[in-house]
């Protein structure tokens, strides 16, 4: 055996990393051990630093490392427009489309009972606070065009009929089937320029 | 701009991974921070575990964590076989084929004037004293069969020429201008079988 028992533990916690197979584990461990070991220990550092200082923003739950995300906090955001998102993820790539100028709220998931995932474990609550309190004009709903997406999208249009909000839901271009990371800037802001009323309208 | 500082650092230090480009680092930090914490940690500590506990073999410069590797101390393996690589990769790649069973001499690099690197950095007085005191009957170089590779093989050959061990370079199957790390198993079982001398015969 030509591995170390460290190298061996050093391969397995490489296959942490999404996409990362045991080959490329392998090379990946022997690249840092043999030529980049200050490149190893930044490493080591940055993970264990995140870990332990980036949680959740308190108003839309986005990674933060503040109370508040930047996001929140910026007085140039329009904080009446509230993006409806899965995961951070998501946030990002709608937040380099630089084409929405409104908020977040990140669910951290998708309704999914067989998982036990209910309105709960999503902070739904907090998200109805904000549209009772009156702060938001238009919700817009986000989440992944997937059968568990669309389900949570539906779950909040429901609760949120009889509410004043403006209910939208991203429509054109997002590909069924597929999600939101990996959808490129041009089709995304399609998607939110193609969005739809969730009302019922009255007449309806 | 949506990324905590303590993420785009995390997402900077991914990057010394090889392979990993700024939008794997990002897909890769959001997974650990939303989906694998622990995952994060247990990778944390195995970096730096191998980076303070993983040397190198006194005997044959393979990484190690004690004085002498398991295939040095190994006396199952015929230490009179000595096969002579660039690099703990390459090593691994020959133990990957089962059909070696000598011991190995590890260069860590190839002669490179131009980059300061010559006869010292890469280990050669310990390898000629190993040949002097008689315990090795042939070296087979398996240097990469690049031009740098090559040079390197030559420049071993030649010092060795007044020696008893039988010289030897793996030869067929592995493609020229290719990295040892990279080809398949049968090819480089291949390329030990078709070794050649490099000992220039009496009446050549
Ligand atoms: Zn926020
Ligand atoms: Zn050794």
Request: glycine share 10%.
């Amino acid at each position: 055996m030509s591995l170390t028992p460290l190298l061996q533990e050093l391969i397995g916690a490489l296959r942490a990393l999404p996409g990362v197979g045991p080959k490329s584990a392998q090379r990946m461990a022997l690249h840092l051990l043999e030529r980049d070991r200050s490149g190893a220990l930044t490493l080591a550092e940055a993970l264990e630093q995140a870990v332990e200082r980036v949680g959740e923003c308190a108003t839309c739950r986005n990674l933060s490392e503040q109370e508040q995300c930047a996001i929140c906090e910026d007085s140039a955001r329009d904080a009446g427009v509230v993006c409806v998102l899965e995961s951070p993820v998501d946030l990002m790539a709608v937040e380099q489309t630089g084409g929405f100028n409104g908020v977040y709220f990140v669910l951290k998931g998708h309704l999914s009972p067989i998982d036990g995932i209910g309105p709960d474990e999503l902070g739904l609550e907090r998200l109805f606070a904000r549209v009772d309190a009156g702060q938001v004009r238009e919700l817009i709903l986000a989440t992944n065009p997937t059968v568990e997406g669309e389900a949570t999208a539906h779950y909040i249009a429901e609760q949120l009929q009889d509410s004043d909000v403006n209910l939208t839901r991203i429509a054109h271009g997002v590909p069924v089937g597929g999600e939101l990371e990996f959808v490129d800037g041009g089709t995304l802001a399609h998607a939110f320029a193609g969005r739809r009323s969730l009302k019922r309208s009255v007449d309806e």
